[in-house]
């Protein structure tokens, strides 16, 4: 990242109101076509080039312009009453490491290292300034180290050799598909500036990959990008040609699908707010992981609104970007709306660490990436985090939950991570798995304790503005960073894997003393819920006077096994009918039964398990409930299994009225694949196999459109499947 020194002191009053006050529909100011496009040969066969050290970079920072803004005039110096700040450390165990392995190193010799990375069903890729590497999920390279121009080798322009910076790299789950980013400055601090996208032709990241450049006038400082269905997203500040004055921020979106299809005239349609006076300030684009939002949804901007800054009240600042490609005029960023916010003040002279009179950044004047989005049906929600002054300059994380049902999007949560033991969080980055839980990763650094990467977590019912977790270590710094800069950062991630349970976190830390001496470290981890990860699968069938009580999980941490609860429908008396072993840990799919052989034909009876770990913890499941004969009370659609597959799965569902239905598989296009069903069936459990031999490796969707005959009920649910071949 090119840094901008913004300083500011930011206080957030939190008041309840909600606001579309001054709105604005901007339309693109451009639309662009790359200046070149070409397909790489397969990157396993592309030679690597070495990092070396960036000789071209003084003082070995990233291009550094000190940005003090001139709207900043009046700054509320004022520490303001955090009005949800956890002060104490959370309780609940688990949340245990699964990998936890050396990311790249400086080799470039520069600083900050912007580290981020995202994971795949079978890769991890990390990008820092300027290198990457690829991995195994066990943490086995297969790929690099190697100098970030790697993947733009041969590819001919002014941006040939260079790996200036600000790198992002994301997983499209909804595509399987890889997309890098990086930004090309090769006349700075003049124009013309470059971003140069790459986006792999398939699911490996080490096959071929097409590649585009893009060209800007004023420099496009700091991009973050999000994947969404009809599009790429990108946020970024710009910064004048020649001067480096602060021109405002810039937002674009670049056709997704287009660029997927490898097509050369791939275009990117950009947005400018060209005062720079009121311009927002490091907007963060939606990023969107599981189940794609509904159809037509907006992707969502947001960007901290600092009161000392900008007068009003502190806010989060919420834009929708309606992307059109058949007509860009049509194409309308609009907002914002105001969620005004609990209060806070931003940091006043960095962060302390041992030995060292040097502070460290803490780039509390914007949201820290990334703003990840999660559709989980009857609601939406997102998740992002940001740098305050926890109390006499100390640092904390405070972190946000967005919720939207029906109506406008609103914060459900929101708290200051910050317990009181004397050290400075900061530099954080937050995200959700698919169940709703929260994992939310940092740094930790004091005047006693090194630069150190941790993390905590809460579970999705677990009491609100909670981080409910103890804290853990994932490393532990042995030495101080020196260089005069205080250059940290400037961002990391929290990513998911395509499980839907699994967190990834990439941040940096100091092992030896030097100006220069960062590390990044990758770790994976899950936080437990209901049985130890998540029950994938938790049902009934009935003969006669039995039932068959059947789950499955997805993975296991500690865990001692099940007992099996069952009450009569009709009361709450839960009592105990048996007992049934778990694995302790485990990382692949695990099925479990239990067979009840006393209950009444035309009675009602409840089941739930309580899940136990061996540390004495325990949490229940949701409650089924059958009857003495297998006459299922509801719709459902459960998850196929296996998943992944190779090449067949099944997929079970059931019937409560004879109805119509109709099984369908659909491509990450939206395109009927294979229908599987279309008949009158039966009240019921019922299963259909699905053979996937004739279609390639990704994602893939299957929906049921059940219609009771009598026309008096309707079902409609889609679930996510994987093909890896």
Not at 558 to 573: K, L, P, T, Y
Not at 682 to 693: C, D, I, L, M, Y
Request: hydrophobic share 35%; with cysteine.
């Amino acid at each position: 990242m090119t840094k901008f020194y913004y300083v500011v002191i930011v206080c957030l009053t939190f008041c309840i109101n909600i606001s579309m006050a001054q709105t604005k529909v901007l339309h693109p100011t451009e639309v662009k076509t790359p200046l070149l496009m070409d397909k790489s040969a397969a990157l396993r066969d592309i030679p690597g080039i070495p990092s070396k050290p960036r000789v071209d970079r003084k003082d070995n920072v990233i291009p550094n312009h000190k940005y003090y803004p001139p709207r900043n005039t009046a700054v509320d110096t004022t520490v303001k009453t955090d009005q949800a700040q956890q002060v104490k450390f959370g309780e609940k165990l688990g949340g245990d490491i699964i990998q936890n392995f050396n990311g790249v190193a400086n080799r470039n010799y520069v600083y900050p290292p912007d580290p981020n990375g995202d994971v795949s069903a079978t890769h991890y890729f990390e990008t820092v300034n300027c290198s990457f590497q690829i991995w195994n999920k066990t943490g086995t390279s297969l790929y690099g180290p190697y100098d970030l121009s790697t993947l733009w080798q041969n590819f001919p322009g002014p941006w040939a050799g260079l790996s200036d910076g600000d790198p992002i790299v994301i997983y499209d789950d909804i595509a399987n598909r890889w997309f890098v980013s990086q930004f090309a400055l090769p006349n700075y601090p003049n124009g013309p500036f470059y971003q140069l996208v790459a986006v792999s032709a398939t699911s490996d990241p080490l096959g071929s990959w097409y590649r585009y450049a893009y060209s800007f006038t004023n420099m496009n400082d700091y991009p973050k990008f999000g994947v969404w269905p009809d599009g790429y997203y990108m946020s970024t500040n710009m910064f004048t040609t020649g001067s480096l004055n602060y021109a405002g921020s810039a937002v674009a979106v670049w056709d997704r699908a287009s660029m997927l299809a490898g097509s050369s005239t791939a275009r990117v349609q950009v947005v400018y707010f060209t005062n720079a006076n009121t311009s927002p300030w490091s907007f963060l684009p939606s990023d969107c992981d599981g189940t794609p939002p509904p159809a037509g949804t907006p992707n969502y901007f947001i960007w901290s609104k600092d009161n000392a800054s900008y007068g009003g009240n502190d806010q989060l600042q919420i834009y929708e970007f309606h992307v059109n490609w058949a007509d860009s005029t049509q194409t309308t960023f609009t907002g914002p709306l105001s969620l005004d916010v609990n209060s806070f003040t931003t940091m006043p002279t960095g962060v302390a660490q041992p030995s060292t009179t040097v502070k460290l950044d803490d780039l509390s004047d914007r949201l820290m990436n990334r703003l990840q989005y999660r559709n989980f049906g009857t609601y939406q929600a997102m998740v992002t985090s940001q740098t305050v002054n926890a109390g006499s300059g100390r640092a904390g994380v405070r972190w946000y939950q967005l919720k939207k049902t029906t109506g406008s999007w609103s914060i459900s949560q929101q708290a200051t991570y910050a317990p009181a033991d004397g050290l400075n969080r900061w530099m954080s980055s937050i995200a959700m798995d698919s169940v709703g839980n929260i994992a939310l990763g940092y740094s930790v650094s004091s005047s006693t304790v090194y630069p150190s990467i941790r993390f905590t977590g809460r579970l999705v019912n677990d009491t609100l503005n909670t981080m409910s977790f103890t804290e853990k270590t994932i490393i532990a710094g042995t030495g101080s960073q020196t260089g005069t800069d205080a250059r940290w950062g400037d961002y990391n991630s929290m990513s998911i894997d395509p499980d839907g349970l699994t967190f990834w976190y990439c941040n940096q830390y100091v092992q030896t003393t030097g100006a220069t001496a960062w590390k990044t470290r990758i770790a994976s981890f899950q936080l437990n819920s209901v049985v130890p990860v998540e029950l994938t699968t938790f049902s009934a069938s009935l003969n006669n006077n039995t039932a068959a009580l059947n789950w499955k999980t997805a993975t296991e941490t500690n865990n001692r096994g099940f007992e099996v609860e069952r009450a009569d429908a009709s009361n709450d008396n839960w009592q105990k009918i048996g007992f049934v072993p778990g694995t302790g840990t485990s990382t692949v799919v695990r099925e479990y039964s239990f067979v009840d052989n006393s209950i009444k034909t035309g009675s009602k009876y409840s089941y739930r398990l309580k899940q136990m770990d061996f540390d004495g913890e325990f949490h229940y499941s949701n409650v089924i409930e059958v009857e003495g004969k297998y006459l299922p009370r509801t719709y459902s659609l459960e998850q196929n299994y296996p998943n992944p597959f190779n090449p067949s799965t099944v997929i079970k569902y059931a019937v409560p009225f004879e109805s119509n239905v109709k099984l369908t598989i659909y491509n990450t296009l939206g395109e009927a694949v294979k229908v599987l069903s279309n008949a009158v069936q039966t009240q019921g459990a019922h299963e259909v196999t699905f053979n996937a031999s004739g279609l390639s490796s990704g994602i893939y969707f299957y929906t049921i459109n059940a219609n009771s005959v009598d026309g008096k009920s309707s079902f409609t649910s889609t679930r996510k499947m994987m093909l890896v071949k």
